[in-house]
């Protein structure tokens, strides 16, 4: 599945960026909420990463690096999820993440499944590798893999979905 979009790398300068920024980082405080109401929701179905994705792919890196470092903060500091010991792993994840998906926008100038994949599996290898080196625990490095498969699948068809499909300016 691959498919033409008007793809935006926007400035810091552009007030815009930052009023998207806001919207990405609304829907990763709504996301996450909702799915940890569910056992172990977080885990399973990474929530805080989507709209990084979305942001990121459809606006460039620099929207989503805002959602990618702020989303956690603010979600930490008003719900207490994640854990402050986690929020180092979580916000690099993020980071690679929004760095990525920009990048790869910015290269391929299309929305492709496989492009999606790459992105999300490329910035979970890099950032399980990281995690590793901070946790010194392989089994709790990995568990975005163990058992977050299913909100990585979501990341790729879902985020393919709405940048193709609802957020089509």
């Given at each position: 599945?691959?498919?033409t979009v008007k793809l935006?790398?926007?400035?810091?300068?552009?007030?815009?960026?930052?009023?998207?920024?806001?919207?990405?980082?609304?829907g990763n405080i709504v996301?996450?909420?909702?799915?940890?109401?569910?056992?172990?929701?977080?885990?399973?179905?990474?929530?805080?990463?989507?709209?990084?994705?979305?942001?990121?792919?459809?606006?460039?890196?620099?929207?989503?690096?805002?959602?990618?470092?702020?989303?956690?903060?603010?979600?930490?500091?008003?719900?207490?999820?994640?854990?402050?010991?986690?929020?180092?792993?979580?916000?690099?994840?993020?980071?690679?993440?929004?760095?990525?998906?920009?990048?790869?926008?910015?290269?391929?100038?299309?929305?492709?499944?496989?492009?999606?994949?790459?992105?999300?599996?490329?910035?979970?290898?890099?950032?399980?590798?990281f995690e590793w080196l901070?946790?010194?625990?392989?089994?709790?490095?990995?568990?975005?893999?163990?058992?977050?498969?299913?909100?990585?699948?979501?990341?790729?068809?879902?985020?393919?979905?709405?940048?193709?499909?609802?957020?089509?300016?």
């Amino acid at each position: 599945m691959e498919n033409t979009v008007k793809l935006y790398a926007l400035p810091y300068s552009k007030s815009k960026t930052y009023w998207l920024a806001g919207l990405f980082i609304a829907g990763n405080i709504v996301l996450p909420q909702l799915c940890h109401l569910l056992p172990q929701g977080g885990l399973v179905w990474l929530p805080i990463y989507f709209f990084t994705l979305v942001g990121a792919y459809k606006y460039g890196w620099k929207v989503g690096l805002l959602t990618a470092i702020l989303s956690p903060l603010l979600n930490s500091w008003l719900f207490g999820m994640p854990p402050v010991a986690a929020l180092p792993a979580i916000l690099f994840k993020s980071s690679i993440l929004a760095i990525a998906a920009g990048l790869a926008a910015a290269y391929f100038q299309k929305v492709a499944v496989w492009t999606l994949a790459i992105v999300v599996l490329g910035s979970q290898f890099i950032g399980t590798a990281f995690e590793w080196l901070i946790v010194q625990d392989f089994h709790i490095a990995i568990q975005d893999f163990r058992i977050g498969i299913p909100g990585m699948l979501v990341q790729i068809f879902g985020g393919y979905l709405l940048i193709n499909h609802v957020i089509r300016k």
